[in-house]
């Protein structure tokens, strides 16, 4: 099994930068992917980026290009989700992902607010 810990997230005005962190243990050498996905309220979970454990390819979902960055620590286990350029529109809870051939693991997810 794998555990995820999410953290990073808080209250900041439009325009301004967080980033969240990602601790992964357990058997993470089973990882593929490490993913982050959010969920606004009254909204679906949506997939934000991915990173694969291994071979770094990283994938954004349009509404983040270019803002958001993705991107690992291996000796740490971690994943992180570098977000510049707030707007009101990114308020969700930010789950982080791990994929071990067809199962999902998700973390506890991590608050982020962005006001206007």
């Known amino acids: 099994q794998v555990q995820l810990v999410e953290s990073g997230g808080g209250l900041v005005q439009a325009g301004g930068s967080l980033r969240l962190s990602c601790a992964a243990s357990?058997?993470?050498?089973?990882?593929?992917?490490l993913s982050w996905f959010r969920q606004a309220p009254g909204k679906d979970r949506e997939f934000v980026a991915r990173?694969?454990?291994?071979?770094?390819?990283?994938y954004y979902a349009d509404s983040v290009k270019g803002r958001f960055t993705i991107s690992r620590d291996n000796a740490k286990n971690t994943v992180y989700l570098q977000m510049n350029s707030l707007k009101p529109d990114d308020t969700a809870r930010y789950y982080c992902?791990?994929?071990?051939?067809?199962?999902?693991?998700w973390g506890q997810g991590t608050q982020v607010t962005v006001s206007s």
């Open positions: 992902n791990a994929r071990v051939q067809a199962i999902d693991y």
């Open positions: 990173n694969t454990w291994s071979g770094g390819s990283t």
């Open positions: 357990g058997r993470t050498f089973t990882i593929y992917t």
